[in-house]
């Protein structure tokens, strides 16, 4: 679907969406008024049945603005502290936001690069609040694509990790860099290139998630799509033109709902059950039911746009001709060498059930940091989690965290 063809039915649909908000909050009045007038009601009634209907209908769509973190308080076992959220250094693509305890100093800072994968950097918000519990966090906020301005030019790898780059240096030297997913590779170029100009904002940890270092490796669903097409197709197929009246007018992006759609069509039926689940829990008064499954879909039905130069050559680089692994990739003019990886300590995590990035990509890094002496790495395989299990729930939170807090603070000193 073209991005014109996509716009024309979002705007066809937003009455019917806005009456169906309207009606939803109509049944929900009226089933109370007539329960307090002492008026019979079968329950479950059938204005809550229309509600739930309508509070559906319209929570089944995209959005396109970032959702707030909604951090404001986190719980250590030194007690609860207040967040203060602030930007402390702006781009036009991205923004580096810094998350503080008020009242605590003096803990690790850690800058978490988010994927630019269609979903914004509020994706991670768990992360972030578990990290919070013992560290001062920054996160890679990244713009949609289709409110950036084509006069702040282009935006691709090289421009990725030129931010990366640019936040550990505003962050200040003994900062740490914990990359989750897509940004992997650009996260592990950042570090090498910093690391072979001694740079003194070189992070001291590098921590990889379920990142695409080497996709050769056991490749999924996901590296043979990528595999399985030339990349004429991926550009005339998947990149469209951004319409007015967005500010990005005219910028080629590949669209976060074509993304989107093509995540959801996975595993159809289980986004198809949630939705069914959602009305039931609405139509039982489950409250607490509900909230969790729409609190879910409100965050990942907001998509962004990725540079079409950016999206591009990651699947070209990254995932066609493997440039990083093969010892090939460059970043402007210069070759990447993560072998000039020395004093930054290295952890690498993977996923047991992984089905996005398998076992053995992420490890790929302990390889390629050749020179990072044996006590400063560590691999972790977490069992029974899939790749969003690797960075949040249950596991992430007793399993994973420790070791990567305990990586932190021991590169820390």
Same mark, same amino acid.
């Given at each position: 679907?073209?991005?014109?063809?996509?716009?024309?039915?979002? /705007?066809?649909?937003?009455?019917? !969406?806005?009456?169906?908000?309207?009606?939803?909050?109509?049944?929900?009045?009226? *089933?109370?008024?007539?329960?307090?007038?002492?008026? +019979?009601?079968?329950?479950?009634?059938?204005?809550?049945?229309?509600?739930?209907?309508?509070?559906?209908?319209?929570?089944?769509?995209?959005?396109?603005?970032?959702?707030?973190?909604?951090?404001?308080?986190?719980?250590?076992?030194?007690?609860?502290?207040?967040?203060?959220?602030?930007?402390?250094?702006?781009?036009?693509?991205?923004?580096?936001?810094r998350f503080r305890k008020e009242g605590v100093t003096g803990e690790?800072?850690?800058?978490?690069?988010?994927?630019?994968?269609?979903?914004?950097?509020?994706?991670?918000? *768990?992360?972030? !609040?578990?990290?919070? &519990?013992?560290?001062?966090?920054?996160?890679? /906020?990244?713009?949609?694509?289709?409110?950036?301005?084509?006069?702040?030019?282009?935006?691709?790898?090289?421009?990725?990790?030129?931010?990366?780059?640019?936040?550990?240096?505003?962050?200040?030297?003994?900062?740490?860099?914990?990359? =989750?997913?897509? %940004?992997?590779?650009?996260?592990?170029?950042?570090?090498?290139?910093?690391?072979?100009?001694?740079?003194?904002?070189?992070?001291?940890?590098?921590?990889?998630?379920?990142?695409?270092?080497?996709?050769?490796?056991?490749?999924?669903?996901?590296?043979?799509?990528?595999?399985?097409? +030339?990349?004429?197709?991926?550009?005339?197929?998947?990149?469209?033109?951004?319409?007015?009246?967005?500010?990005?007018?005219? !910028?080629?992006?590949? %669209?976060?709902?074509?993304?989107? &759609?093509?995540?959801?069509?996975?595993?159809?039926?289980?986004?198809?059950?949630?939705?069914?689940?959602?009305?039931?829990?609405?139509?039982?008064?489950?409250?607490?039911?509900?909230?969790?499954?729409?609190? @879910?879909?409100?965050?990942?039905?907001?998509?962004? /746009?990725?540079?079409?130069?950016?999206?591009?050559? &990651?699947?070209?680089?990254?995932?066609?001709?493997?440039?990083? %692994?093969?010892?090939?990739?460059?970043?402007?003019?210069?070759? =990447?060498? +993560?072998?000039?990886?020395? !004093?930054?300590?290295?952890?690498?995590? *993977?996923?047991?059930?992984?089905?996005?990035?398998?076992?053995?990509?992420?490890?790929?890094?302990?390889?390629?940091?050749?020179?990072?002496?044996?006590?400063?790495?560590?691999?972790?395989?977490?069992?029974?989690?899939?790749?969003?299990?690797? @960075?949040?729930?249950?596991?992430?939170?007793?399993?994973?965290?420790?070791?990567?807090?305990?990586?932190?603070?021991?590169?820390?000193?």
């Open positions: 679907m073209s991005y014109t063809a996509y716009q024309l039915q979002t /705007d066809l649909l937003a009455p019917w !969406r806005m009456l169906a908000q309207a009606g939803a909050a109509w049944a929900q009045v009226l *089933e109370r008024s007539l329960e307090e007038s002492g008026f +019979p009601v079968e329950q479950p009634s059938q204005l809550r049945r229309f509600g739930a209907a309508c509070e559906v209908f319209n929570r089944a769509r995209l959005t396109h603005k970032r959702p707030p973190f909604n951090l404001t308080a986190v719980d250590t076992p030194r007690g609860r502290f207040a967040v203060v959220e602030e930007v402390v250094m702006t781009t036009p693509f991205a923004s580096l936001v690790p800072r850690v800058l978490l690069s988010a994927p630019m994968s269609g979903h914004f950097a509020t994706l991670l918000r *768990e992360t972030v !609040r578990t990290m919070l &519990t013992d560290h001062e966090v920054y996160i890679t /906020d990244w713009q949609n694509a289709r409110d950036v301005p084509l006069t702040a030019g282009r935006f691709g790898f090289d421009e990725y990790v030129e931010h990366i780059i640019w936040f550990l240096r505003e962050m200040g030297a003994g900062s740490h860099l914990m990359s =989750i997913c897509q %940004p992997c590779p650009a996260s592990l170029a950042a570090a090498a290139l910093m690391a072979e100009d001694d740079d003194p904002a070189q992070p001291l940890s590098l921590t990889l998630m379920a990142g695409p270092v080497d996709t050769r490796i056991n490749p999924t669903k996901v590296n043979e799509l990528a595999m399985s097409k +030339p990349m004429h197709w991926f550009e005339t197929k998947l990149i469209s033109t951004v319409p007015a009246p967005h500010k990005g007018f005219g !910028r080629r992006v590949y %669209p976060g709902f074509v993304q989107l &759609t093509a995540f959801m069509s996975m595993n159809l039926d289980r986004h198809m059950q949630s939705f069914k689940s959602l009305y039931e829990h609405l139509v039982a008064g489950d409250e607490a039911a509900a909230k969790q499954v729409a609190d @879910f879909y409100e965050e990942y039905l907001a998509v962004a /746009d990725l540079p079409a130069e950016f999206y591009l050559e &990651t699947v070209r680089d990254v995932f066609q001709e493997h440039l990083l %692994p093969r010892g090939l990739m460059n970043w402007r003019d210069r070759r =990447i060498n +993560p072998g000039a990886i020395r !004093r930054s300590a290295l952890l690498t995590v *993977e996923g047991e059930r992984d089905d996005i990035c398998s076992i053995g990509q992420t490890m790929a890094a302990q390889e390629l940091c050749r020179s990072v002496r044996p006590y400063l790495r560590t691999h972790h395989i977490q069992t029974g989690v899939g790749h969003y299990g690797v @960075f949040s729930g249950r596991k992430w939170t007793s399993g994973i965290y420790p070791i990567v807090r305990d990586t932190i603070h021991a590169a820390n000193g």
